[in-house]
């Protein structure tokens, strides 16, 4: 589910001698004003997405903050803008959430740094399920002893199959639910969103 919020454009926080100014502007041309720098405050506030703490802060970066960031988009209307990130997940994390299975018995994540961002299915199926073994050939007759030898592959048996599962399973976690906690800082409060607003105005009724 997306996030969205409304900006309203008011004289409320702006000097007296901007307020005057910006009594005589159409409301719709300053909401076009402070469209582009609203959007990119919050693109950038995503873009910085805090990453988990502890061991997983060294991870690789799934791309989540980037992507959310890239899902921003605004709409300027008379005397508003708003703004909507399209992140799938994004809401989860800004709200808190209880994160169960729906086709599964149990959610699996990656915990270490090969395995981490990745499906278990995916990392399964890099697993290769065939050994090296070399096999002597002859070609000809042979000469002064001299044989050529041929790698080829041949299947795991049933017990190196298992001990190479086990090996992956140490590299996810299953879980019957995980819990989100809230992350409020993914959005902008209305004050912030308000001074950035206020500062693209300022600007532009200073360049007119």
């Not at 506030?45 to 997983?56: I, T």
């Not at 399964?124 to 044989?147: D, F, Y």
């Amino acid at each position: 589910m997306s996030i969205s919020a409304q900006i309203s454009i008011t004289a409320d926080n702006a000097t007296p001698a901007v307020a005057q100014l910006m009594e005589s502007v159409q409301p719709g041309r300053l909401a076009r004003v402070v469209r582009d720098p609203l959007r990119a405050f919050w693109r950038d506030r995503l873009k910085h997405y805090p990453r988990l703490p502890g061991k997983f802060a060294a991870f690789p970066s799934t791309g989540f903050g980037e992507e959310a960031a890239d899902s921003v988009e605004a709409i300027a209307g008379e005397g508003t803008v708003n703004l909507t990130a399209h992140k799938q997940g994004l809401r989860a994390q800004y709200e808190g959430a209880v994160i169960r299975p729906v086709h599964a018995r149990c959610l699996v994540f990656g915990i270490t740094p090969e395995t981490y961002g990745k499906s278990y299915a995916e990392m399964r199926a890099g697993i290769s399920w065939q050994k090296s073994k070399k096999k002597i050939t002859l070609t000809g007759e042979v000469q002064k002893g001299r044989r050529r030898t041929r790698t080829v592959l041949a299947p795991l048996n049933k017990d190196e199959q298992a001990n190479a599962l086990k090996e992956l399973n140490k590299k996810f976690a299953f879980a019957k639910q995980i819990t989100l906690q809230r992350n409020l800082a993914l959005v902008p409060t209305s004050d912030e969103f308000a001074e950035v607003g206020m500062a693209a105005i300022e600007r532009s009724l200073a360049q007119n």
